[in-house]
């Protein structure tokens, strides 16, 4: 059974920086599709960076591009979000999100991923 688990959420100023980390157990880590959304309150579940397990592409949403970085170390079975020059609209529950192939057409999509972690709360203060 795939199991995710996050960490590295918390409170940080503007301008400053943290790193997630999406720990996986259970998978062929590797292979898979690894990729992180974020929900604030009141909004739907927002797509924000995903890397292809095959060749390690990755693609980001627009809010997010030139600040954030995805990647990961398939020894520790760990995929990573580097999260800098943080905004306070940054602030949400951060997921982990994993599906066993890649789609160019639905990987921004939360109903194409088979498994999730229960998320890391990230707070930007102004």
């Known amino acids: 059974q795939v199991q995710l688990v996050e960490s590295g959420g918390g409170l940080v100023q503007a301008g400053g920086s943290l790193r997630l980390s999406c720990a996986a157990s259970?998978?062929?880590?590797?292979?898979?599709?690894w990729a992180w959304f974020r929900q604030a309150p009141g909004k739907e579940r927002e797509f924000v960076a995903v890397?292809?397990?095959?060749?390690?592409?990755?693609n980001y949403g627009d809010s997010v591009k030139g600040r954030f970085t995805i990647f990961k170390d398939n020894a520790k079975d760990t995929s990573y979000l580097q999260m800098d020059n943080l905004k306070p609209d940054d602030t949400a529950v951060y997921y982990c999100?994993?599906?066993?192939?890649?789609?160019?057409?639905?990987?921004?999509?939360?109903?194409?991923?088979?498994?999730w972690g229960q998320g890391t709360q990230v707070i930007v203060s102004p």
């Open positions: 259970g998978t062929t880590f590797s292979y898979y599709t």
């Open positions: 999100a994993a599906n066993t192939f890649y789609s160019q057409n639905n990987y921004h999509l939360t109903t194409f991923y088979r498994y």
């Open positions: 890397i292809v397990g095959s060749g390690d592409g990755t």
